[in-house]
Every structure is written in structure tokens, then in C-alpha cells.
């Protein structure tokens, strides 16, 4: 049985003690992770402070570096998207892409210039200016969905800020992230870039270690607000990622044929586990029976299974616990008077294999409806009047993204213009430009990802106010 190692450092170290990490197709052991001991956690943190000072005062060097992170991640590409296949089940060809992404990121980055800030007055007398200052060591602890790509839009603007790092992944997907540790092994110096695995006990002890100045943390509501809590005795940054319930608005004039491949995407890619998934469609009646048609069409013509498998399009919800938790809200559903058109029962085992499943006959006062189901798994709900439909998606304490789709595009922005949410599409859903910052509004996060507003989430601005005379 192989065991991965953790990077603490610039040291590739081994611990006391490993866990297994399953693979959902399968339900075998793919490999075991180690458990990073409290001290191990204290040293991963201690490395990062003492490499701040140096690696803070030279940006080109940071550039340099992410740009050669780039190039060490594309050489390792194949064994990174196998490894994320294995751990987390999506199909091998989406994982390459996952992979692809984490590189262009690093490049991103690695050229990223911020617009200067001009001195607010200089003159023979006095001389004032806004400054950035990084912060020090950041926290970032990843989820289990999209291990790779969503560790990277943290750590590289992170990096670039001129901050230092430990990562803490999932611990259902960590091997993935430890095998960074070995890929860029080198690039950075000793203690710019820190890898430490195991469950929710080394999470709370790095996000609550003095030395840690902030915290970037995508995952679950619940998570989520234990870290704001715990964050408030020390006064902590904090950047939140946290779930959402999108809604997506299908107005009357859509196209229900020339939408539905476009929303069963949005819906089911990576089988669901999408903080941005739809996961609530509301149909104007006018059209309601042709696009339920058209997603139950397909629907059964999705093809789930093994990641590794030819064509496979949709592989298994990656750990058993979020697999029960979506059969609670089937047969929850179900108990409401649900009505199940495609799937609605997990396939014969092994795995944690769940079709697409296509449900009416619910709404507001649900599980399915009301939570996010993060799974295979979407409700169709009928609609009458278009303030009622903005009402519904609205009524939620999410507000993460949301959709609506018409053959009006003036129309659709002045809907779409209306719900509560970070990232709001028009005849799209999930689309994310690389110059746009992403957040939440409510419950789903805290601060932004992405673009300026995401880079300085990574700084404090100091005045400088000098007399000259």
C-alpha cells in the first residue's frame, strides 16, 4: 500500500500515523494520506513564518516562481488528473481539464500586475500614499469536489502577494494535493509552500494558530461558520467559499429543446458537486411540459460509471456520506409526494453511484428544495407569474448563483438583476471570467476569489504619511 508524504518545509516527511483514502468507483483503498501530528502542524505553520520576511520583499522572484510551477504541474498533468479520478471519481477527461486550469491559473498569476496606487499627495512639504503590505502566513483549506483547481485560486494569488502558505485538503481527496508536494518540490524556497493532511482536528488547529493572519477556506456552510467564529478571538482575515442553492428562471419564451443540454450541464456536471450547480429549476407552464421532457430525454441517456471507463460522462458522488445524503433527499421527496422521473435509486454497487434524477411534484417547504442537495439530483418546479418565480429562488439563506434563461437577453438581465446572489448568468450557468472575482452573497461566502477584488483579499493597505519638512 503506497503512502504519500507531507511538505513541510521544503521536506518531503512521513507521520506516525495514516488513514485510507476510498476510491468512490471502486470502494477500495486507493492509498493512505498521513495524519499530520499537532506538531507537525505547528511546524508546517512555524516554516511559513520564518519564510515570509525574504519571500515577501521580492515580487519578480514570486513571479518566476509561479511561472515554474506552471511548467512542473503541466510535466506531471497525467499523474495529477489520474489521482483526482481515483479520489474523487470525476471522469479522467474532466480531471485533465481541472489540471489545465490549475496551470493557466499559476500563469495568471505569475503576470498578474496591480494597478499602481498614485501617492495621494507629494509635494516639497508632505508626501502621502496608500501602500499594500502582504499579511503573512494564510490557511487554506480546500474541499473535496474540485481538489486541485480550487487550491490553486487560493495558494497562487496567495503566493504572489508575497504571503506564505500551508494547505490543508479534504481529507476524502488529499492525495492529489500531497503529490503537489513532490511536483514542486524545489520551485519554491523552504517554507513559502506547506502541505499537511487529515480531518476537521488539523483544520481547526491550523485555522486557529496564532501565526496564521488569514484564513481562505471553501466547503460547507456549517464549517464555514465554525471558522468565522473561531476566527473572531484573534481577529483573523477570512475569505469563505461556502455552498449554494442556485436557482435557475426559465422565462416563457425560451427555447426549451435549444436550453436543455445547457442545463443539464449546469445541473449535473461532476455528478452534481457543484458549490454553482443549478440546483432548482423554475419553469414558466407555458413550457414546463417540453423542457421536463426534454432533461428526462437526457437524462437517460447519460452515461455513469467509472471515470476511467470510455465515454463515461457522470462518475459516482465522491464518499459515502454525501452518497446517504442524497438518498435522504430522494426519499424525503418522496414522502412530500415527489414524483421521480429518471434515476431516484443508487445503482448496484460497488461504488457510490447515482443517476441523473428528474423530480416534480415538489417546492418550497422541502429538503430537495430548500437545501443543497449537492448531488445528482434536481427538482423542476412549475411557475405561473415571474415575481413569484424571483420570490422563490430569492427565499433561501443562499445566495451563491443563479440563472435565467430566455430568448430575450434584455430581459433575462433585468431578471437576473433582481435575485440575491455573487454570480448571476443569463442563458449560462457556471460560466467564470478569469477577470471576474466570485463570492457569495448570505450564507454562501465571506469576501471573493478571483480578479482584483479577489487579489487584495491577500493584502492590508498601510498609509504612509511622511513630513518632509
Not at 520576511?53 to 506531471?76: F, G, H, M, N
Request: contains cysteine; glycine residues 10%; proline residues 5%.
Amino acid at each position: 500500500m503506497s503512502k504519500y508524504s507531507l511538505y513541510i518545509d521544503g521536506d518531503l516527511i512521513s507521520s506516525d500515523r495514516y488513514f485510507d483514502v476510498i476510491n468512490p468507483a471502486t470502494e477500495e483503498i486507493v492509498a493512505q494520506a498521513p495524519y499530520a501530528s499537532s506538531a507537525q502542524v505547528d511546524a508546517a505553520i512555524q516554516a511559513a513564518h520564518k519564510a515570509f520576511p525574504s519571500w515577501t520583499k521580492d515580487e519578480s522572484s514570486r513571479s518566476v516562481a509561479l511561472k515554474l510551477a506552471a511548467e512542473a504541474i503541466r510535466k506531471r498533468s497525467e499523474d495529477i488528473a489520474k489521482l483526482i479520478t481515483l479520489e474523487q471519481g470525476r471522469p479522467i477527461h474532466f480531471a485533465i481539464g481541472e489540471v489545465a486550469g490549475a496551470a493557466a491559473t499559476l500563469e495568471h498569476y505569475a503576470n498578474f500586475d496591480l494597478p499602481p496606487l498614485l501617492p495621494l499627495r507629494s509635494d516639497s512639504e508632505k508626501f502621502v500614499a496608500i501602500e499594500r503590505r502582504a499579511l503573512g502566513v494564510v490557511a487554506a483549506i480546500t474541499p473535496w469536489n474540485v481538489p486541485i483547481i480550487l487550491l490553486i485560486l487560493k495558494v497562487a494569488p496567495a503566493l504572489k502577494a508575497g504571503n506564505t502558505v500551508v494547505i490543508k485538503p479534504s481529507e476524502f481527496t488529499p492525495l492529489s494535493t500531497l503529490l503537489l508536494g513532490e511536483v514542486l518540490n524545489g520551485i519554491f524556497p523552504a517554507g513559502v509552500l506547506n502541505i499537511i493532511s487529515g480531518d476537521g482536528e488539523v483544520g481547526a488547529q491550523l485555522s486557529q494558530h496564532h501565526l496564521v493572519k488569514k484564513i481562505t477556506f471553501t466547503g460547507s456552510v456549517a464549517t464555514g461558520k465554525k471558522l468565522y467564529a473561531g476566527a473572531a478571538s484573534d481577529v483573523k482575515r477570512l475569505t469563505l467559499e461556502l455552498g449554494g442553492n442556485d436557482a435557475a428562471i426559465v422565462l416563457d419564451d425560451a427555447d426549451p429543446k435549444a436550453i436543455a443540454e445547457k442545463i443539464f450541464w449546469g445541473a449535473f456536471w461532476n455528478s452534481g458537486q457543484i458549490c454553482f450547480a443549478i440546483k432548482r429549476v423554475y419553469v414558466h407552464e407555458r413550457i414546463f411540459p417540453q423542457l421536463l421532457e426534454a432533461l428526462i430525454e437526457r437524462a437517460k441517456a447519460a452515461r455513469v460509471g467509472n471515470g476511467f471507463e470510455k465515454d463515461v460522462e457522470l462518475g459516482p458522488i465522491t464518499n459515502a456520506i454525501q452518497f446517504e445524503k442524497v438518498k435522504y433527499f430522494v426519499a424525503d421527496a418522496l414522502k412530500h409526494g415527489a414524483k421521480i422521473h429518471t434515476g431516484g435509486a443508487a445503482l448496484a454497487g460497488p461504488g457510490y453511484f447515482y443517476p441523473p434524477t428528474i423530480v416534480t411534484g415538489v417546492g418550497e417547504g422541502v429538503a430537495l428544495v430548500d437545501e443543497e442537495q449537492f448531488g445528482p439530483v434536481l427538482p423542476i418546479i412549475p411557475f405561473s407569474d415571474e415575481k413569484d418565480a424571483i420570490r422563490q429562488a430569492n427565499a433561501s439563506p443562499f445566495g451563491l448563483g443563479a440563472s435565467v434563461w430566455t430568448a430575450d437577453a434584455q430581459r433575462g438581465l433585468a431578471v437576473v438583476r433582481q435575485l440575491d446572489v455573487g454570480l448571476a448568468w443569463v442563458n449560462q450557468h457556471g460560466d467564470i471570467h478569469p477577470g471576474a472575482p466570485k463570492g457569495g452573497f448570505k450564507w454562501s461566502g465571506l469576501g471573493y476569489e478571483g480578479g482584483l477584488r479577489g487579489y487584495e483579499e491577500f493584502s492590508e493597505l498601510q498609509v504612509v504619511n511622511a513630513a518632509l519638512n
